[in-house]
């Protein structure tokens, strides 16, 4: 899998994969979107999932799973006392992005509300480095809406996005050639995942 893709829906559909045929041997890995992709098209793995729907001649990409984006705050954040932020809102703050979660939209228009000469947009290395840097009041973050919420413990608020949609797909990605029985039933089960997350 690439990674950003790790969340409790691709927890779900492990524990299914795994009840459903224990003796059946999975090898997860969490790889760049190239290796993946380089991976399937030399028949390393079977399927993979990622936050790029972009297949090519050799692979094919099905939608799974859609995640809102929304924006992580710090407890004393003046943005608290307000129930749903637009992009205008964030201007005037440091902002953090955990850059493997790409929503083009959202990035063009947090880039074009930005004076040229500032760096107000952050790369951060990981979700984890986000709330960190979140959390001590260094910035908000804008991410996964339910990464955020597990991270409430952290000290970090959220609030949702108004002028959107912002989100992230999740895809599952295998080769165009036939799969084989057991790759057929996981991709059977991830789209049950995705459709139970869906209602």
Request: glycine share 8%.
């Amino acid at each position: 899998m690439a990674p950003g893709v790790p969340s409790s829906r691709l927890s779900a559909l492990l524990a299914l994969q795994r009840a459903q045929e224990p003796g059946v041997a999975m090898a997860v890995r969490e790889v760049s979107d190239q290796e993946l992709m380089t991976g399937l098209q030399e028949g390393r793995y079977d399927a993979g999932l990622s936050l790029s729907g972009a297949g090519d001649h050799l692979t094919s990409s099905r939608r799974l799973w859609c995640e809102s984006m929304a924006v992580a705050i710090p407890p004393r954040s003046r943005l608290v006392n307000q129930a749903k932020l637009t992009i205008s809102d964030l201007q005037d703050y440091p902002i953090y992005r955990w850059r493997v979660e790409a929503c083009p939209l959202l990035d063009e228009r947090l880039a074009s509300l930005m004076p040229v000469d500032q760096e107000n947009i952050l790369s951060a290395t990981s979700f984890e480095m986000m709330a960190l840097w979140v959390s001590s009041g260094y910035g908000i973050g804008v991410c996964a809406q339910s990464r955020i919420e597990r991270a409430h413990q952290w000290g970090i608020g959220m609030r949702p996005l108004a002028d959107g949609p912002y989100n992230i797909v999740t895809y599952l990605q295998r080769p165009h050639a036939q799969a084989d029985s057991a790759a057929k039933r996981f991709e059977r089960r991830a789209l049950q995942i995705a459709g139970e997350g869906a209602r």
